[in-house]
T-cell receptor
């Protein structure tokens, strides 16, 4: 597609419910990132994929967070047993090449707004 | 660890005037990239301008330019001839070159309002 697409755009979940957030990166992009942006804060890195391989998951806040990209394109971020502190915008981003090469441009989606009540 | 600090939570400017947004960062790295991103209410982060640390020349993109002071670890954004459409959150970001860490580290942002 023309840009990074995320769904759902808005999600309200009851505390304890599981949620799944989807990201469609720009076609052909090797690198895919997930970021979490709490209200009034800058985005914070969660995890990184190079094709289907999850090379960095150091930013995932707990074992309730899980991400996958099984075929190297679409990615899903899953949050189990949601808590109120999980309320945030979850941004997906992609870039054409490996993240360490040349500071290549990272393109962001519009995010999935998660509210846990 | 790298950190990015934006000391101005909010700024305002009159349409057609010039405004400068501040950013400082802390790193022990020598090779890295610095970015300014714009985030309108839609929440999509849009790249405004980027600077490679090894380049001494300040980056410029139309009305947007930076003042990169590597020794001082300062990276300010100047917006000339401000337009109403420039109203948004602006985030300064750092990215280490190469290695196993390539993710963006963001500051907390500056909310810019352009007034007619």
């Amino acid at each position: 597609g023309a840009g990074v697409s995320q769904s759902p755009r808005y999600k309200v979940a009851k505390r304890g419910q599981d949620v799944a957030l989807r990201c469609d990166p720009i076609s052909g992009h090797v690198s895919l990132f997930w970021y979490q942006q709490a209200l009034g804060q800058g985005p914070e890195f969660l995890t990184y994929f190079q094709n289907e391989a999850q090379l960095d998951k150091s930013g995932l806040p707990s074992d309730r967070f899980f991400a996958e990209r099984p075929e190297g394109s679409v990615s899903t971020l899953k949050i189990q047993r949601t808590q109120q502190e999980d309320s945030a915008v979850y941004l997906c981003a992609s870039s054409l090449r490996d993240r360490g090469l040349g500071g290549n441009t990272i393109y962001f989606g519009e995010g999935s707004w998660l509210t846990v009540v | 660890a790298q950190t990015v600090t934006q000391s101005q939570p909010e700024m305002s400017v009159q349409e057609a005037e010039t405004v400068t947004l501040s950013c400082t960062y802390d790193t022990s790295e020598n090779n890295y990239y610095l970015f300014w991103y714009k985030q309108p209410p839609s929440r999509q982060m849009i790249l405004v301008i980027r600077q490679e640390a090894y380049k001494q020349q300040n980056a410029t993109e139309n009305r947007f330019s930076v003042n990169f002071q590597k020794a001082a670890k300062s990276f300010s954004l100047k917006i000339s001839d401000s337009q109403l459409g420039d109203t948004a959150m602006y985030f300064c970001a750092f990215m280490k070159h190469g290695g196993s860490q390539g993710n963006l580290i963001f500051g907390k942002g500056t909310k810019l309002s352009v007034k007619p």
